[in-house]
Structures are given as structure tokens and as C-alpha cells.
């Protein structure tokens, strides 16, 4: 797997070394996409737990311990689900765009992606919802140009066709973010997470 | 899908295609959107800082903020929808427009129209509807230009020389006929002056019609209308038929008969009646179907015409168009369930909603739509390809960066809109709340300007595109027996 300054410093090589290895899904899974979506949920444990979450208006919201582990757990399945999710469906689209279908590699293509954003997630640990969002923004940006640069060279295709495809995954990405704060809200209102008056 | 010749007479028919009238719209279009979306980045700007209304009241969030919806609504969309529709309805018929001194009306009477609506916006007339602002006398006066399209387009459709009538055209002629509908219906009032009238409705049913027009405007202008451009220009940009056809006919019907139920999703938790809200929710989320349809549709017609992409700017604009159209038409159904309504409601969660629709559905798909149509209308290449890359990636980089801020500042105005203290009153006061946003709206603010420099890059390319050239005629092909009506 490419190392992060690699892919930060030579992303093309990264994504090159991404297409020759034979990658087994099962090793990416555990080595690498279950700790890019635990990371976030930790930080933001840790981060509520000690701070409270800044929401802008006057005092901090703080959540007992128990609604915190169980929004951390939630958020971590959800985030394990949406990188799983996500190699899945690009192996689905595959054939249309004449890219490689090895599951490995879209699996750890969407590893490779989702990074800026995992790093970007240590704001989580100063739970702000401005400065959290100030910083996962670039990272946002950063990983939308590491899918649409890496993604015709990781999986073989040609840029065009990369891009398209790129453009399919960022249509379901954003479905994906908004289905999350959907049901995040859906649960506030039936009455899990904080305390609010419906 | 009908072809043209773009130069050659054919036929014993030498008489071509009206297509001055369609340049016309085209840059009427493009002037509105720069004004229309001017007026947006000022408003997002008082918000972060009031002052900037300068102590006057035509300059107050109030009326510039009509002015930049009915702007960008009905200066640039309906522009674009009507430059769009004339093109393309007479190369799937293979006649020139029926009236077209009907059709320069059309144009210069809605331009005189959204300008003199603007005018009296700024100048305090208001309905006090949304969407539906103008007052009575321009109330008229789009119904008269209105039933004017329908003549024209109708009527070129009547002359047409090919049976079949493209599904391109079933989309425009929903948008005519439904927006007049519903524009005749929710504009029915008693004028008591010039400047003031008060509608023939009363309370919730007064609130129940204007939310059938609300969100069939939405959804048979904004969508219906532009799914109209899509079905046209997206097979010509990519040179080859629709994926599935059948699908789009499809999706239209199912599209049609959906959409028009779903305006109750608006007034949740308000005084109409429990099962009309709850049937405006389930139709809502039934029009995820053939939205998406369409949307899969598009997709893969695009992913066959891969190469086209290396010469032709504009597909990059299409394509994503298609990606924030699933996106909009995902999160509006979703938006509308009552669970996550409650929250999202009365926040910029919505705000946010309507610009991934209006910036990333409606003005990308335009912009990739003119970008293909005025270098033909010309007769000439783009002035310049690259402003055209340019300005993809600030639309699509503007676009990301609105959503992302109106989702941050809604979903954290429904937590402390409903947030209550230990003894059950509100924890935040409304002021509160408004004063903390200001951070959100200086990124939006920044999204707009970003947003903004793109579109006024597609005016200079286009500007620069058609300078001194003329539109250049093109007529229709020789008649087919095979496909007479």
C-alpha cells in the first residue's frame, strides 16, 4: 500500500504501484479500511467527551457517556460501510467504464481516497462544527482530486472514462453523505442522541 | 433521434430554421444569469454583514432576495428553456417555427417582463408568495406570453414532418402546459391598486395552492423543463441515441403524475390536514423512481460516448449536472420523510438543497448546453476551450463549497432551534442561533463569488464566440418517407 507522503509527494507513482500490486481484499479490509474508519469515531469520542460539541451558540453540547459510545459505534459503521460500499459499487460500475474489477484494488483505491479526509478528521478531537468543517473541506477537495487523478491509473481505464466513472462514485458519494445526515437527524428526532424538542 | 443539416438547403423546401430568435434567448439568458446571480452574492454578503444594504430599501435582503430567485428563475432558466426549446423542437420536426414573429415576442415580452418584475420588486410591489412575488399586472402579462409559446411551440409541433414526437418535446410541453396551470391558478386575486392585490385563497388552502405551484414550478420548470435540454443535447453532445428509450418515456409519465402530489411535503406540522402532509411525503418519495431513472439513463448514454470528452468541454458540464441532479432529487424525497423534516425545515439545510439543484443540476446542464449550442449556432469553434475547463472546475468547486456550508449551518440551526434546558424551555434564542451563523455565510458567500467568476468567464468565452459573426442558417434535412406523420 502507498504510504501517505507518497501520496501526498508522487501521487501518479502511488497510483501506478496501486495498479501493478495484486492486492487481496480481505488484507486491505484489516489493514487498512477498518483503521481509516475507526479513526474518526475515536477522535470524535475523545473530542465530545472533553470538549463538548461547538455548535457556535453559547454553551458546548456535551452527551452522556453512554449516547456518545453508541453515536461513536454508529459512526464508525457507517463510515466502514460507505468505504465498503463504495469499492463495491465502483467493482459494479467497472465494466462499463472498461476498468479493472479486482476488488482489492477498488478497495484500496477508496483506502487511498478517503485518507485526507481520515487525517482531516483529527479536528474531530477539538469538536467545533466551523473549524471541523474549514478543515475537511480542502481535505475534501484534496480527495475528490486524488479519485478523479487516481482513479483511470489505479484501475486501468482511460482518463476520459476515469473521469466519467469518478464522476458516477462522487454522484453516489454525495447520495452517501446525504443519507447520513438524514438519518443522523431522523434519530435525534425518535429520540436518540441529544436531548432536542419534537 | 432527428438529424439536421446545418448549412445545406434541402428539398423543395429552402425556408430554414428560425434561429435568431434562439440566439437572442441564449443571451438574454447569460446577461440574467449574471445579474440574477450579482443579486445572490450581494445577499449572501448582508447576511454577513447587514450594512450592506446601505440604509435603503430597495437595497434591504427583502426584496433583492425576489429579485435574485425570480432573476435567475425566470431571466436566466425560463430564457434558457425557451432559446432551447425552439431549437430543438424544430430539428425533431424538421420544420422551421410556426409564428416565429410569435416566437421574437415571446422574447422581448419576457424580457421586458422580468425586467420590469425586478423593477417592482426592488420597488416594494410584492404578492408575498414565494416564487410567485410579481404582482398582478405582471401576473397577466406572463400568462399572455406564456399561452404565446404554447402557440408557437405547439403549433410547430402540429406541422411537424416526422410521426413520432421526441420525448424531448413531451418534457417541454408538460413544462408549458403545467406551469400555466398552475401560474393562472395560484395568481387568481383581487387587485385592490396597481401595486397590491390579495389572493383568492384564504389560510391553509391559501397555503395548500401555493405549494402546488411552489413545487411543480420546481418540478416542472427546474426539472421537467431541463430534463427537456437534457433528452435533446445530451444525445447530440455525445453522438449516439438515448441509452434507453423506452425508460425516458417511461419516467416521463411516472415523472408527470408523481411530481404534481408532492407539494404538501412543504407545509409539515402546519394547519392542513394530517393526510394531506402524509400523501405529499409518500408521493415524494415515489418520484424517486423516475427521477433516477432518468438520471441512470443519462449516465449511461454518456458512458458510451467516452471519447467525445477529450474534444468537448461542455459533456464534463453534463455529466456532472447528472451527479447533482441524483443528488437533489435524492435529498428532496428524503427531506420531505416527517422524521427528518422536522429538523431539517426552517434551517439552510433547504437553502443548501435548492443550489445543488439550481447550481449543480440547472445552470450546469445550461452552461454545458450553450457551450455546445452557440459555436453551432455561429458556425464556428468555442473561442476558447480552456476558460471552458476553467470554469468547470470553479462551478463544480462553487457548487461543493455551498452545500457543504448550508449543510453545516442547517443541521446545526435544527439541533438548536429544538435544543431545550433542563426545566424544557429553548436552550438558544433566535438571535442567538442567527449570530453564530455568520462563519457559514462568509464560506457561502465565498462559494458564490467562486460560482459567479465561472458563469462571467462563460459570458466572455460565448461573448467572445459570437462577436462579430451572425447566426448562420441551417435547414431541415430532405423529407424521409418512412417517418411522415
Redesign the interface.
Given at each position: 500500500m502507498p504510504s501517505i507522503l507518497t501520496i501526498i509527494r508522487r501521487p501518479t507513482e502511488a497510483f501506478e504501484a496501486l495498479a501493478r500490486s495484486e492486492t487481496d481484499p480481505l488484507a486491505v479490509f484489516f489493514k487498512q479500511i477498518v483503521w481509516l474508519a475507526l479513526a474518526p469515531p475515536v477522535f470524535a469520542f475523545i473530542g465530545a467527551s472533553a470538549f463538548g460539541w461547538r455548535?457556535?451558540?453559547?454553551?458546548p453540547?456535551y452527551l452522556s457517556g453512554d449516547v456518545l459510545t453508541q453515536i461513536s459505534i454508529a459512526y464508525f459503521f457507517a463510515l466502514l460501510f460507505g468505504l465498503v460500499s463504495t469499492a463495491f459499487v465502483g467493482r459494479w460500475m467497472a465494466p462499463?467504464?472498461g476498468a479493472s474489477d479486482a476488488l482489492g484494488t477498488h478497495l484500496a483505491l477508496v483506502g487511498v481516497v478517503a485518507t485526507p479526509l481520515v487525517a482531516g478528521s483529527v479536528l474531530h478531537l477539538f469538536p467545533h462544527?466551523?473549524v471541523n468543517?474549514?478543515v475537511l473541506?480542502p481535505a475534501?477537495?484534496w480527495s475528490?482530486y486524488l479519485l478523479y487523478k487516481g482513479l483511470p491509473i489505479a484501475l486501468g481505464t482511460?482518463p476520459?472514462?476515469g473521469?466519467?466513472m469518478a464522476?458516477?462514485l462522487?454522484?453516489y458519494l454525495?447520495?452517501g453523505a446525504?443519507?447520513l445526515?438524514?438519518l443522523?437527524?431522523?434519530l435525534?428526532?425518535?429520540g436518540i442522541g441529544?436531548?432536542?424538542?419534537? | 433521434m432527428a438529424t439536421a443539416s446545418n448549412v445545406t438547403p434541402a428539398g423543395p423546401s429552402r425556408e430554414s430554421y428560425r434561429d435568431r430568435v434562439v440566439t437572442a434567448l441564449v443571451v438574454f439568458s447569460i446577461i440574467w444569469s449574471l445579474l440574477g446571480m450579482a443579486a445572490g452574492v450581494h445577499i449572501a454578503a448582508e447576511l454577513v454583514w447587514p450594512n450592506l444594504d446601505f440604509g435603503q430599501e430597495w437595497l434591504s435582503f427583502g426584496r433583492l432576495r425576489s429579485l435574485h430567485t425570480n432573476a435567475v428563475i425566470f431571466g436566466f432558466g425560463v430564457s434558457a428553456l425557451m432559446g432551447t426549446a425552439f431549437y430543438s423542437v424544430q430539428r425533431t420536426c424538421h420544420v422551421p417555427l410556426f409564428a416565429p414573429g410569435l416566437a421574437w415576442f415571446c422574447c422581448f415580452a419576457w424580457q421586458i417582463g422580468v425586467l420590469g418584475g425586478g423593477i417592482s420588486l426592488l420597488a416594494g410591489w410584492t404578492g408575498g408568495k414565494e416564487y410567485a412575488e410579481l404582482e398582478w399586472p405582471f401576473d397577466i402579462a406572463i400568462a399572455v406570453v406564456w399561452v404565446c409559446f404554447a402557440i408557437v411551440f405547439f403549433g410547430t409541433i402540429a406541422r411537424r414532418r416526422i410521426k413520432p414526437i421526441y420525448v424531448s418535446n413531451w418534457f417541454y410541453g408538460a413544462l408549458i402546459i403545467v406551469i400555466a396551470m398552475l401560474h393562472i391558478v395560484n395568481s387568481l386575486a383581487i387587485p385592490v391598486s396597481i401595486s397590491k392585490s390579495y389572493s383568492l385563497f384564504a389560510g391553509a388552502q391559501d397555503a395548500i395552492v401555493q405549494w402546488w405551484y411552489g413545487h411543480n414550478a420546481v418540478g416542472f420548470l427546474l426539472t421537467g423543463g431541463f430534463l427537456g435540454m437534457l433528452y435533446y443535447f445530451l444525445p447530440k453532445h455525445a453522438g449516439r441515441p438515448i441509452w434507453s428509450y423506452r425508460l425516458s418515456i417511461i419516467a416521463f409519465w411516472a415523472f408527470t403524475y408523481s411530481y404534481i402530489w408532492a407539494g404538501p411535503h412543504h407545509l409539515h406540522y402546519s394547519a392542513i390536514p394530517e393526510w394531506v402532509q402524509g400523501l405529499g411525503m409518500v408521493m415524494s418519495l415515489i418520484l424517486l423512481a423516475p427521477s433516477w431513472a432518468t438520471m441512470v439513463n443519462g449516465i449511461m448514454t454518456v458512458a458510451g460516448a467516452w471519447r467525445k470528452l477529450r474534444v468537448d468541454p461542455a459533456l464534463k458540464f453534463i455529466v456532472l449536472s447528472l451527479a447533482f441532479y441524483g443528488l437533489a432529487t435524492f435529498e428532496g424525497p428524503m427531506m420531505s420523510i416527517k422524521s427528518v423534516n422536522v429538523v431539517s425545515h426552517f434551517t439552510d439545510w433547504t437553502v443548501g438543497h435548492v443550489h445543488s439543484g439550481a447550481l449543480g443540476w440547472n445552470a450546469m446542464i445550461t452552461f454545458g448546453t450553450f457551450y455546445f449550442l452557440v459555436p453551432r449556432l455561429m458556425g464556428t469553434a468555442l473561442y476558447s476551450v480552456r476558460l471552458a475547463n476553467v470554469h468547470f472546475w470553479l462551478a463544480l468547486a462553487g457548487t461543493m463549497l455551498y452545500v457543504l456550508a448550508m449543510w453545516g449551518a442547517g443541521v446545526s440551526q435544527g439541533l438548536l432551534w429544538l435544543s431545550l434546558d433542563e426545566i424544557g424551555e429553548l436552550s438558544f434564542s433566535f438571535k442567538d442561533i442567527m449570530a453564530s451563523m455568520a462563519p457559514y455565510y462568509a464560506l457561502r458567500l465565498v462559494a458564490g463569488i467562486v460560482f459567479l467568476a465561472g458563469a462571467a468567464l462563460l459570458a466572455y468565452n460565448l461573448f467572445m464566440t459570437i462577436r462579430g459573426r451572425r447566426t448562420v442558417p441551417a435547414f431541415p434535412p430532405a423529407p424521409d418517407a418512412a417517418s411522415q406523420p
Open positions: 455548535l457556535g451558540a453559547a454553551q453540547l462499463t467504464y462544527v466551523f468543517l474549514l473541506i475534501l477537495i475528490i482511460g476520459e472514462r473521469m466519467l464522476s458516477s462522487v454522484a454525495l447520495v446525504v443519507t445526515l438524514g443522523t437527524v431522523a435525534w428526532a425518535s441529544p436531548s432536542i424538542g419534537v | -
